[in-house]
């Protein structure tokens, strides 16, 4: 049985980020109480709502029949990362410092990037990181010739 709130798509399809977790209760509360997701289902894998995303959190395993050469595990080395989570939010300062309230660990606080966003990245339990950004609007149209 699908459980509510999971969303089944009538027509197209929903983005939906797959991460391989040690622990699903602890990255579930990362998720939920710091970020301010939902919780769905709690395992098996945990699916939450995460703003207008979601997010599967669940053990690795082995090779099934429809990856059969695929092993999934959590990151072995949290320096090394070939893909991240890109949060974009409306005031970058405010989520820095609520979220680091609540216990998110930022590699540095919010830097310029260029003129055209402030950005920072902080890490889950798991190691992967998070792009956290806020676009500089001004910069942003001048830098991609749009006209406001």
């Not at 709130?5 to 991460?19: A, C, D, Q, R």
């Not at 699916?47 to 990856?67: A, C, E, H, Q």
């Not at 792009?131 to 001004?138: A, N, R, T």
Request: hydrophobic share 35%; glycine share 6%; charged share 20%.
């Amino acid at each position: 049985m699908i459980p509510p709130n999971v969303p089944i798509p009538e027509k197209g399809f929903y983005v939906t980020h797959f991460l391989t977790v040690r622990d699903q209760a602890i990255s579930a509360n990362f998720y939920s109480e710091v970020l301010g997701g939902t919780v769905i289902v709690k395992e098996n894998p945990c699916v939450i709502k995460l703003s207008n995303s979601w997010l599967i959190l669940n053990s690795g395993g082995g090779p099934t029949p429809d990856k059969p050469d695929t092993i999934l595990e959590a990151p072995q080395n949290s320096n090394k990362v070939d893909s991240f989570l890109n949060l974009r939010v409306a005031d970058i300062q405010l989520c820095y410092r609520e979220w680091k309230e609540k216990g998110a660990t930022f590699l540095t606080e919010p830097l310029n990037n260029h003129g055209w966003e402030m950005r920072c990245y902080m890490k889950d339990p798991d190691g992967y990181i998070i792009e956290v950004g806020q676009s500089l609007q001004k910069s942003f149209d001048s830098m991609y010739h749009i006209s406001v």
